[in-house]
């Protein structure tokens, strides 16, 4: 008998140990959650705004109390849930998540916030707590604006104390060279939605009533409008810099990396904090650390071997005689103030696949480390 209760025992305690004891806590604290916003509901008067529910295929109805209790316990066990799944995997699904580009994250997010704000409208929508047009209203402005913030979200790196609000603004400038496109119909869609129910609202208050396809038509022309404009102006102000140039490209001995030099020929200090530099794959990476290159400095960088210095012209055929480039004749770097440099070759430069370079002849050279940036 206990050889065969043995192995079960075992198998019962590896279950409890493992699964069981984790999710305890969360389910003490989503129980918790539950009964005091269950408490909290009636004296605040926001139960007047929670439904009755009859559950299908049961002849008695769930009282308001009974609903928020049930919702917030539910929801408080998805987001406890969640959590510890993350923390118990963060390491595989940091690594599996990088693999995404920046507009594949963006694009994942933002359908992904605007699903489940739009699920949540469609549940109010049932209890005709809302209009019925707001699921769909609520989908569309949602979608760009979480892209938008991940876009322009620029994750700091270690050791960097910078504002978040700082944080958006450096990734608003980079956005702003890198993906202009993507900016301009973002800014657009944002501009066109605002627009639109600006004008239904003063149509609807002047004249009573509006017409759905003179304001549909109206949004998607003022949409292209202010897309086509900002393009524009992203194109007319970007001028790519020729002041920082590569000096020398190393390959270190028994290292799987190699090194770039780069120096400041201008006469004015560049912030390299919170830059990033793009190879000529449109591979992009950001350098994690804040050095300012003096005017005649020169500061050293490790890279992967996967970053490409060598021109690429690959570009995407696209129709009515368009072309998609996916490639660049330099690599270039943009700072956190907005500046774009076309990081050019120096005619004396040293290269280290040709011929094993001396030392730099500046003094103090600095030398970081290249992340990649997803």
Known sequence: MNALLGPVKKVLGRVVSQWLAPVFPVLVVAVFAGLLAALLAEPTGLV?????????????????????????????????????????????????????????????????????????????????????????????????????LVLLFDRRSNGDQSSALSSVKTGYVHTRGLESRTLSLIVGFLGAMVGGLSLWAVWTWYAGTASVTITAVLTAFLGIAITLAVYNRYETTTVERTDITIVAVRTPDGRPIRELTIKNESSTSVDLAQSRIRDTSFELYRLGVAVTLRPGAVCTFEIPDSFTLEPNDESIDLPLG?????????????????????????????????????????????????????
């Open 48 to 148: 007047e705004y929670v439904p009755s529910v009859s559950p299908p295929l049961v002849g008695w109805y769930l009282k308001p109390t009974t609903v928020v209790f049930i919702v917030v316990a539910l929801l408080g066990l998805l987001v406890g849930g969640s959590v510890l799944l993350v923390r118990r995997h963060r390491a595989e699904i940091a690594t599996y998540w990088n693999t995404y580009s920046a507009w594949a994250q963006a694009v994942i997010v933002g359908c992904l916030v605007a699903t489940l704000l739009a699920g949540a409208l469609l549940v109010a929508t049932h209890f005709d707590r809302v209009p019925a047009y707001t699921v769909v209203l609520g989908f569309l402005v949602t979608w760009p604006l979480s892209a938008g």
């Open 322 to 374: 368009y072309s998609l480039k996916r490639g660049g004749e330099t690599p270039t770097l943009f700072t956190k103030s907005g500046d774009i440099f076309a990081l050019e070759l120096a005619d004396d430069a040293v290269d280290g696949s040709l011929s094993k370079p001396e030392a730099t002849s500046a003094t103090n050279p600095s030398e970081t480390e290249l992340v990649p940036q997803e």
